[in-house]
């Protein structure tokens, strides 16, 4: 029932309606079958509530494979600019390298490319936050994606007898140096999101010897 | 829109034929449309007869095995490696898949469709010519050149040997040379510096003498002639010549017929023109493979990780081979273990050619676990460890990140050859596993003084480790200060006799099977849980009590045991001879389903084989009864 004296929040913008009306389905793939993206973004600082995002890069990912061809990079012009966060993702506030569009035509165009793909991230909950900030903005609701992440999944094939700290976190670096990956373009939200799918594929793979691994095993939420 | 991934695609593609002959902008189109695979080690990506994929494969990083399957057996056809293609000639012809393709390592992998690939190949003259020549290049497989795209192959493993006869020899192409007025001295010290045998003597290119390691033993070291002699006095001449791509067959007639060990390689195959290369004895014996004083020597000789490769590839049939002569199994064990115990130090050898400078200590490699104990049939996983000297508190940091660093770049080699990471991560590139000798020590003292269920889980390992290479004298001190623990704390022993009886008799109440309960191998026989690791553990905990040193395998140390008590002399025979049956059994049934062999399905056993099975298990029983008496376990 709806009852408009209690219902706070106001009609959401029409782009998240058809995304949301994606999410009906509630029943869940097979591993095999479900449809990831795998993303990151680079952003003006590390507290998702102040700062902003500068680039966002995904990739789609099914079973063991990664298409190029369904690819998502996107640059965003921002007036929130912070110069200690540009030494390490080298995004300056005026490049003629790339053509760079507005906040809100960035998100809308991720939201049409992830649909209800289990998203993917390494500590992907600062990049949902950073997302969810960006919807709040336009007035929207939060992402209503699965999601899961290579730190915590990492961790879970990591040999008990090497768990010297039990609290350690793992970082994206980490995870290239024990999984053997090439640490290309490190730095940039594609070369981020394309690091953490081959690190997801591997981690994946580990998990999977061991049982039969089902979608939901792995979800965070 | 922007695709950084693709550019680092096509970044890699470009170093490539065909890739290389395309243009910039076409090969970024390429890569956008690319598929990036992932495949673990022994994953199928295509099988013979599927239909074909409409794209084929480049190899980014790892191996991929291409094979055909006859009589139920894969023949490898090819191995491709980093930059590789595979599986385009079906797209072209449009067919089925004729081979079958794995990964041989664990790989990632690009997918091309053809659909967009074929029509800029076709565009560009130099990408279509090198298609043509690489389909039609005759080589000893014909398979394996028409299906990876490659002109040139550094492996045909299988060979028939009727044609192989008439295969092209290998020589070497990078020879020594010296001119005819070099001092005897000058050549000996190049030779050496070289370490081969024989240097050619030219003039103006033309080859007209050898001197060979022989000459330099009966014609200096005998004092008939000064090493400030010049060469052309002692070097034999006139060589034998040879024109270029003689067979293996030729190769051998002239060497024998003219009783020389070097024939060299030159234009017009006569001593006037241009020396092209030189064939010694050696390399015709290479080329005969699968025997082991061969595959040691070719493992020496080996400058890059690729060759062990090689070697360990024809280790496994040699292995199948004996086996099916039924040898004895410690024979066996003897031949594999000094050929993996050679790839291990030629291995280390190359890595340390790798660091840039050379070690800041002393320091040795140890193999620890199934490979400490030398009784490594199958490939299995690495396991191993550094000691390196003790050195001052500030630069400890330092030292025990270059041996990591080395051990990284090593375990990394390994792995290439064959040796699975350890999935514990026991190795020595763990900084855990890779200390100095007084931080070992302590590590060691813990673990006896205070044995906590890590380790039990631990000490399977770590106490049955074997030299493998670097200094002798750490490891000897190491063991000293072990067995000096030991003797000071012989609770120990008691902590490890209840580990060796933990894993109850194999058999159950009615004289049946016990298999596994749950998991992936339920009503599987464990052979390796419940039959080999109680002999293994008891045998370590009776040679430890008696300070057995240099001995590890299991069959040796209750050999070694039966000697030292002779009453009970019967139970340490039979342990001995039922751990050589049960191992050569594993064995057998590794290579019959291509895995560990760890899990025998008993539905597959004949009467016989169960019956044999049975008569080991009673030695397990004889000699678990015998710890329980002996450390008072009831």
């Not at chain 1, 373009?185 to 997801?200: E, N, S, V, W």
């Not at chain 2, 940091?397 to 040796?419: C, D, S």
């Amino acid at each position: 029932m709806h009852i408009p004296f209690f219902s706070k929040t106001p009609e959401p913008p029409e782009f998240y309606k058809q995304y949301a009306a994606q999410f009906a389905s509630k029943s869940l793939p097979e591993l095999e079958e479900a449809r990831f993206v795998v993303f990151d973004t680079e952003t003006t600082g590390t507290n998702a509530r102040e700062d902003r995002m500068l680039s966002i890069g995904a990739l789609e990912l099914k079973g063991n494979k990664i298409s190029l061809s369904s690819s998502f990079e996107l640059y965003v012009k921002q007036e929130v600019f912070n110069e200690e966060a540009v030494a390490i993702h080298g995004i300056l506030r005026e490049n003629r390298k790339y053509k760079k569009v507005s906040e809100e035509e960035a998100v809308k165009a991720f939201l049409e490319f992830i649909g209800d793909a289990i998203l993917v991230g390494h500590h992907v909950g600062f990049d949902i936050g950073i997302i969810n900030y960006a919807l709040k903005r336009l007035g929207a609701p939060k992402l209503k994606n699965k999601f899961t992440d290579t730190g915590v999944l990492y961790k879970r094939t990591v040999h008990l007898v090497n768990i010297t700290d039990p609290n350690k976190v793992y970082t994206l670096d980490d995870l290239c140096e024990e999984l053997n990956i090439a640490k290309t373009d490190r730095h940039k939200a594609m070369g981020d999101a394309y690091i953490t799918a081959l690190a997801f594929l591997k981690v994946m793979s580990k998990l999977k010897t061991n049982k039969k691994l089902k979608l939901k095993q792995i979800l965070l939420n | 829109m922007k695709n950084t991934i693709a550019e680092r695609v096509a970044d890699f593609l470009k170093r490539y034929p065909p890739f290389q002959f395309l243009a910039a902008d076409s090969l970024l189109q390429i890569a956008a449309q690319v598929q990036v695979l992932y495949f673990e080690k022994d994953k199928a990506i295509f099988k013979e007869k599927d239909t074909n994929h409409s794209m084929f494969y480049v190899v980014k990083d790892g191996a991929v095995r291409v094979f055909r399957t006859v009589d139920n057996q894969p023949k490898i056809a090819d191995i491709c490696d980093e930059g590789d293609i595979f599986g385009l000639r079906p797209l072209i012809t449009k067919e089925d898949y004729e081979l079958s393709a794995s990964a041989n390592e664990e790989s990632i992998i690009y997918g091309i469709p053809i659909d967009l690939f074929l029509p800029i190949a076709l565009a560009h003259k130099e990408v279509s010519n090198f298609l043509i020549a690489s389909f039609a290049s005759n080589v000893s497989d014909p398979y394996s050149l028409e299906e990876s795209g490659k002109l040139f192959t550094e492996y045909s493993v299988e060979r028939n040997s009727e044609i192989f006869d008439l295969q092209k020899a290998r020589y070497s192409k990078n020879i020594l040379t010296c001119s005819p007025d070099t001092t005897i001295k000058v050549a000996a010290k190049k030779m050496s510096h070289r370490d081969v045998g024989s240097i050619v003597v030219t003039h103006e290119e033309k080859p007209v003498g050898i001197i060979t390691n022989r000459d330099l033993r009966d014609r200096i070291a005998t004092g008939d002639f000064d090493i400030s002699d010049s060469v052309d006095k002692i070097m034999s001449k006139p060589v034998k010549c040879f024109q270029k791509d003689p067979t293996v067959a030729q190769a051998q007639l002239i060497m024998l017929k003219n009783e020389v060990n070097h024939l060299c390689i030159t234009e017009d195959g006569t001593p006037d023109t241009k020396l092209l290369g030189l064939i010694t004895e050696h390399d015709i014996v290479v080329s005969f493979a699968n025997n082991p004083v061969v595959l040691l020597k070719e493992v020496k000789l080996a400058k890059r990780t690729k060759r062990l490769r090689d070697v360990r590839l024809k280790v496994s049939r040699l292995l199948k081979k004996y086996l099916d002569q039924n040898l004895p199994v410690s024979q066996i064990l003897n031949i594999l273990n000094e050929i993996n115990y050679a790839i291990a130090v030629r291995a280390l050898e190359l890595s340390l050619l790798k660091m840039e400078t050379p070690p800041p200590c002393k320091f040795a490699w140890l193999a620890l676990g199934s490979q400490g104990r030398k009784e490594q049939l199958l490939f299995t996983d690495q396991d191993n460890a550094i000691v390196f000297d003790n050195v001052p508190e500030e630069e400890y940091e330092a030292t025990q990140a270059y041996f990591i660093k080395l051990a990284r770049i090593t375990t990394r080699a390994m792995h290439k050859v064959g040796y699975a990471y350890c999935p514990a991560d026991m190795m020595a590139s763990n900084h855990r596993w890779c200390q100095s000798l007084s931080e070992w020590k302590k590590q060691y003292h813990i673990w006896i003084t205070d044995p906590s269920p890590e380790t039990q889980l631990l000490s399977a390992i770590f106490f049955d480790y074997s030299y493998v290479f670097g200094d002798t004298q750490l490891v000897t001190k190491l063991s000293d200060s072990i067995l000096d623990t030991l003797d000071a704390n012989p609770m120990f022993y008691r902590v490890m006799a209840k580990d060796a009886i933990r894993s109850p008799s194999p058999l159950g109440f009615f004289r049946q099977f016990l298999v596994e309960e749950g998991g992936d191998h339920k009503d599987f026989f464990d052979i390796k849980a419940r039959a080999l690791m109680p002999l293994i553990d008891a045998a370590r905990v009776l040679s430890l009590n008696h300070k057995l040193r240099n001995i590890n395998n299991t069959a040796g140390r209750f050999e070694r045991l039966a000697e030292l008590e002779q009453n009970n002399k019967e139970i340490y025979e039979n342990c001995s001879y039922a751990f050589k049956a049960l191992l050569k059994f594993r064995t057998k049934q590794g290579i019959l389903h291509d895995d560990s062999g760890r899990f025998i399905e008993l539905a597959t056993l004949s009467k016989a084989e169960k019956l044999k099975l049975k008569r080991c298990f009673k030695s397990i029983h004889d000699i678990q009864e015998l710890l329980t008496l002996r450390y008072n376990l009831k």
